[in-house]
């Protein structure tokens, strides 16, 4: 059964608040148990999720490939700060050189390249189907696999493991379809799934503006798009508590207002005397 079309509207509604994106800013949001990724991405979405409270809501998102999941996350970054790039912090990983630099990222590039991101949407944030893949293993031999999805993020995290070889076992065994399997299959599985879903383990080739090296380096495209809505948070907030102060007015008369007209407003309140627009 196809998967219907998806339209995300932008992050901002007084209801956006309550998700707890504050822990995306902690610096331990990488490595802590108590920030459960999926989850979050999964209650932004179906949150931002424009069809509003369907019947499938999070089991929807939470079935979804994780670099569609991803890609869902670039489109709502682009819709909500109404930008087209994506600013990126790199460091070199020269031991001479630990040189930090910035890099823009694409959103609209990097949204189509997830597993389900039609090649001619409709509108922002349109999304599709995707199928099984047919992978070619050494010795003459094939196996089909799905990609994997918020479901799976979720199992594995509970699943316990007695070492990293039987993680990586599971994960191989959960999202088989068919086909002869080899314990050395491991590396030519994972490398033909990242050709398909290249969102979830993303790099970029760069070059270091103080020594030059050039070097291929990670990206967590999740982690950045889940700050970044996170910031925005966190200025709606400030948003809300300045012109409540100054105005009298409730959250959702404050959110109400179109984001330009806000700034306006807000603008006003910088300016003290207050009689004229900046």
């Known amino acids: 059964m196809p998967t219907p079309s998806i339209t995300l509207r932008a992050f901002g509604r007084a209801e956006d608040l309550d998700i707890p994106l504050d822990i995306a800013l902690d610096a331990s949001f990488d490595t802590t148990a108590r920030a459960d990724?999926?989850?979050?991405?999964?209650q932004l979405l179906e949150r931002?999720?424009?069809?509003?409270?369907?019947?499938?809501?999070?089991?929807?998102?939470?079935?979804?490939?994780?670099?569609?999941?991803?890609?869902?996350?670039?489109?709502?970054?682009?819709?909500?700060?109404?930008?087209?790039?994506?600013?990126?912090?790199?460091?070199?990983?020269?031991?001479?050189?630990?040189?930090?630099?910035?890099?823009?990222?694409?959103l609209g590039e990097l949204a189509a390249r997830a597993p389900d991101a039609p090649e001619a949407p409709d509108a922002p944030g349109s999304m599709t189907?995707?199928?099984?893949?047919?992978?070619?293993?050494?010795?003459?031999?094939?196996?089909?696999?799905?990609?994997?999805?918020?479901?799976?993020?979720?199992?594995?995290?509970?699943?316990?493991?007695?070492?990293?070889?039987?993680?990586?076992?599971?994960?191989i065994a959960s999202l088989r379809i068919d086909g002869d399997l080899q314990p050395g299959d491991a590396a030519a599985l994972a490398e033909g799934i990242a050709a398909h879903d290249p969102l979830v383990a993303f790099s970029v080739a760069s070059t270091c503006p103080a020594c030059g090296a050039e070097d291929e380096l990670p990206v967590d495209l999740e982690g950045l798009a889940l700050q970044k809505l996170a910031q925005h948070q966190q200025r709606l907030v400030m948003d809300v508590h300045?012109?409540?102060?100054?105005?009298?007015?409730?959250?959702?008369?404050?959110l109400a207002v179109p984001p330009r007209r806000r700034e306006r407003y807000l603008a006003l309140i910088d300016n003290d005397a207050g009689d004229a627009l900046p």
């Open 129 to 171: 189907s995707n199928a099984p893949l047919r992978l070619a293993l050494p010795g003459g031999r094939s196996a089909s696999l799905r990609l994997p999805t918020g479901n799976d993020l979720r199992d594995w995290a509970t699943l316990p493991h007695a070492g990293s070889a039987d993680a990586i076992a599971a994960v």
């Open 37 to 42: 990724r999926p989850a979050l991405v999964t």
């Open 242 to 254: 300045r012109l409540a102060s100054r105005y009298g007015w409730t959250e959702q008369q404050a």
């Open 48 to 106: 931002c999720d424009a069809r509003g409270a369907a019947d499938d809501g999070e089991a929807f998102w939470w079935s979804r490939p994780v670099g569609m999941r991803i890609g869902a996350l670039l489109r709502l970054v682009a819709l909500t700060e109404a930008t087209d790039s994506l600013g990126v912090v790199l460091r070199c990983v020269q031991p001479d050189c630990g040189e930090r630099f910035e890099i823009e990222l694409p």
